[in-house]
């Protein structure tokens, strides 16, 4: 079975573009919950969207925002980009909403210009 | 506010020379904490699920165990390809925060030939 995948897995902006990323969580998992990872430093949460709503948001601006599809892939979008968006992006899927045991996608790695 | 340390930040071993990686957590009521290994490049790989004090998992050379307030990841024998960043994270039982995963800074392992 394919685990999650993301796209792409690197891209370079310059600041005050914007930004798609793309996630498919294993086929079955209806949690999806993406996570930014600072180099030196654990993953973050952003978001976690569960039967295409959202149910969580961390402390992230307002530039950032997501969906879910009703085919469970998810999109996150990072608008007007900062040199400090630069980081890795993580897309997990789970089983469940409140489980932890999640299935990462190997990541996207973002570099702001 | 759910706050994770891991510690030490890096740690050099030999091979089969055995260690313990520690985690230490505040969190309003635990609904579990979780140990992930990160390799290079990669998204986190999950290892454990602990739900209360005195738990125990084991997993080939790996331990973990948890007390009310900390969590050790024990290596036993461990052999180079045992190297990576071994996270740590909390996920609260309620109160708006049980949907994410709180990661420490993770624990970067070597273990040399």
């Known amino acids: 079975d394919a685990g999650v995948t993301q796209s792409p897995t690197h891209l370079i902006k310059t600041r005050g573009q914007h930004v798609t990323l793309r996630c498919s969580p294993i086929s079955g998992h209806k949690s999806v919950s993406w996570y930014q990872q600072v180099l030196g430093q654990g993953p973050q949460f952003i978001f976690q969207?569960?039967?295409?709503?959202?149910?969580g948001r961390g402390n992230f601006p307002d530039r950032f925002s997501a969906r879910q599809f009703p085919n469970y892939s998810s999109e996150l979008n990072v608008n007007a980009l900062l040199l400090g968006d630069s980081a890795l992006y993580l897309c997990?899927?789970?089983?469940?909403?409140?489980?932890?045991?999640?299935?990462f996608g190997e990541g996207s790695r973002l570099t702001v210009l | 506010e759910d706050q994770v340390t891991q510690s030490p930040e890096a740690l050099r071993l030999q091979e089969g020379e055995s260690s313990s990686l520690n985690c230490s957590y505040t969190v309003s009521g635990l609904r579990g904490l979780f140990w992930y290994r990160q390799d290079p490049g990669k998204g986190p790989e999950f290892l454990f699920t602990?739900?209360?004090a005195g738990e125990e998992k084991e997993k080939e050379r790996l331990k973990a165990t948890l007390t009310k307030k900390e969590s050790f990841l024990h290596i036993t024998a461990p052999k180079p390809e045992d190297s990576a960043t071994y996270l740590c994270?909390?996920?609260?039982?309620?109160?708006?925060?049980?949907?994410?995963?709180?990661f420490g800074k993770g624990t970067l392992l070597t273990v040399n030939p």
């Open positions: 997990a899927s789970s089983s469940g909403l409140y489980t932890g045991e999640l299935f």
């Open positions: 969207y569960y039967e295409k709503e959202e149910r």
């Open positions: 602990l739900y209360s």
């Open positions: 994270a909390v996920q609260a039982k309620s109160g708006g925060s049980n949907y994410k995963l709180t």
